[in-house]
């Protein structure tokens, strides 16, 4: 599918791939419908069609473009979310760990162990969809730390608290690689790139009698769409592609951190 195939490519490439297929569409229907021996079918099928008629198949492809477009701008406003979530429950930990009057540098080395797993190992695997067993592992440790029943001396709320920003941090790390995980829905491409040639197919059959007319309008649409579809694909997977989303946030909660060990 064109989405699994140049979602890993470049910028450049992604736009130049789905120039590449409208073009080409273009260029048939012009051929067809101006060449001496396909030209006379061309008008057969033209003839007695009313334009109006035809709106209704770029009604479909606006909404269905609207629908798959929020859809992008919504997985990758959720995954911005739960990174920043994910930032402030790390931080939380620590500044918790810190504030107590217990010693708890136990819970700050596991914490900077997750978040150094986090940035280093994790983040390149979400690529691919696949979670690290070293965060997970870290996780986990880190779990048990903060469980030990050694650290209710620094307070039942203290402590309570505590394990609520541990538990927060399973929960977003869960909800991200869920993210991470989510394969596009290659139907609603294959739909919008069927809608998009029926009216690129619909413009050349109104425009048959104005050559010059048909050409500028085809290639104007063909250009909207692949402005469209490109911007659309690159927010499509919000850690994968050439618009991931970067792990900045959980490396700066990761300087304080060792700030706070110096």
């Not at 198949?57 to 920043?84: K, M, P």
């Not at 914490?111 to 986990?140: N, Q, R």
């Not at 541990?166 to 290659?186: F, H, K, P």
Request: one cysteine or more; charged letters at 15%; aromatic letters at 6%.
């Amino acid at each position: 599918m064109i989405l699994g195939v140049w979602l890993d490519c470049p910028v450049w490439l992604i736009f130049t791939g789905l120039g590449g297929v409208f073009a080409g569409a273009v260029a048939l229907l012009v051929l067809l419908t101006n060449l001496p021996w396909t030209r006379p079918g061309m008008l057969r099928l033209g003839t007695g069609v009313v334009p109006t008629y035809f709106t209704a198949i770029s009604v479909l492809l606006a909404l269905l473009t609207g629908f798959v477009a929020n859809d992008a701008w919504e997985r990758q406003r959720q995954a911005a979310r739960v990174v920043q979530n994910e930032r402030s429950n790390l931080l939380a930990v620590h500044d918790l760990s810190v504030a107590t009057v217990s010693d708890m540098s136990e819970i700050r080395a596991a914490l900077l162990a997750y978040a150094d797993a986090l940035v280093t190992d994790e983040w390149p695997k979400m690529t691919d969809g696949l979670s690290s067993p070293v965060a997970g592992a870290a996780l986990a440790q880190l779990m048990a730390v903060a469980a030990d029943p050694k650290h209710v001396v620094s307070g039942q709320a203290a402590h309570a608290l505590l394990l609520d920003a541990v538990m927060n941090l399973r929960t977003a790390r869960g909800e991200r690689l869920a993210l991470s995980d989510a394969q596009g829905d290659q139907s609603k491409w294959l739909t919008l790139m069927v809608l998009a040639g029926l009216t690129l197919v619909a413009i050349g059959l109104v425009h048959l009698e104005r050559p010059v007319a048909q050409v500028t309008t085809l290639m104007l649409f063909a250009i909207a769409m692949v402005t469209t579809l490109g911007v659309v694909a690159l927010h499509e997977r919000p850690f994968d592609g050439p618009l991931a989303m970067s792990p900045a946030p959980i490396e700066r909660a990761k300087a304080v951190m060792v700030e706070g060990r110096s």
